[in-house]
């Protein structure tokens, strides 16, 4: 599995490369007139595009009977495809950070302090965002090739809609005015990077944390076995 990752690696570095390129030069521009929300955002969109660039190049190339070629099954190259986008996701992080901490240094931001961004909760929620989008993205990838990007994307945005209209209205439990409570309140001061935060005022860190690794634990499980599912029957 390590040599289908660094297989995918080689095959795509120069599309890594060029994304990278211009996530640097758009990332500075946000920096300089965005919010944090804005800028952070902007960064994950791009963290999802690249942690899947692999699929989406093999199916622009047609490289996938070259790659069934290989003494590995497909359930392992499904895979290390998802073992490579969870390498990705963390690497982009990291370099998120770092590379808003740089700018901090070097860009005077209208909006933005980036000293203080780095907290457990905004690492946290944005993984946890990331994760979610590219478990959603992928089968559809599978599925649909490049085109499926459009469809994750659009269903990521759209169960997130969802999820806030839920929010919003509220739900008469008194369960749920405790986790609910407050939220918008606090999500408009903290920002939605403080999502984790959010939440876990009411419910106490150790249960949402839970709660949110068992959330992406199932969303990752489900998304690997459809993806499978699909790959396996797929006929090339």
Same mark, same amino acid.
């Given at each position: 599995m390590l040599k289908m990752i660094r297989k995918d690696f080689i095959t795509t570095r120069?599309?890594?490369?060029?994304?990278i390129a211009v996530l640097l030069v758009m990332g500075a521009v946000m920096f300089k007139i965005a919010l944090l929300?804005?800028? =952070?955002m902007i960064n994950i969109v791009y963290a999802v595009l690249i942690a899947i660039t692999p699929i989406t190049v093999e199916d622009k190339l047609r490289a996938d009977p070259l790659t069934l070629s290989l003494p590995i099954t497909r359930r392992r190259i499904v895979g290390s495809k998802y073992l490579l986008a969870l390498l990705t996701i963390i690497s982009m992080i990291i370099f998120?950070? #770092?590379? %808003?901490?740089? =700018?901090? #240094?070097? #860009?005077?931001a209208n909006y933005i302090d980036? $000293?203080?961004a780095l907290t457990f909760s905004r690492v946290f929620s944005l993984f946890f965002f990331t994760v979610m989008a590219v478990s959603l993205c992928i089968p559809f990838v599978y599925?649909? %090739?490049?085109n499926g990007i459009v469809i994750g994307l659009g269903g990521t945005v759209l169960l997130s809609t969802v999820f806030f209209m839920i929010t919003a209205?509220?739900?008469? $439990?008194?369960?749920?005015?405790?986790? #609910?409570? %407050?939220?918008?309140?606090? =999500?408009?001061?903290g920002g939605l990077s403080n999502f984790f935060y959010s939440i876990s005022q009411d419910m106490g860190t150790a249960l949402a944390l839970t709660m949110f690794i068992c959330i992406m634990i199932v969303m990752v499980f489900v998304s690997m076995r459809l993806s499978m599912f699909i790959y396996i029957r797929k006929e090339f």
């Open positions: 120069n599309t890594l490369l060029i994304n929300d804005v800028f =952070l998120l950070f #770092i590379y %808003g901490n740089i =700018l901090n #240094i070097f #860009i005077s980036f $000293s203080n599925r649909f %090739g490049q209205i509220g739900l008469r $439990s008194e369960l749920m005015k405790r986790i #609910i409570g %407050g939220f918008f309140e606090r =999500l408009e001061n």
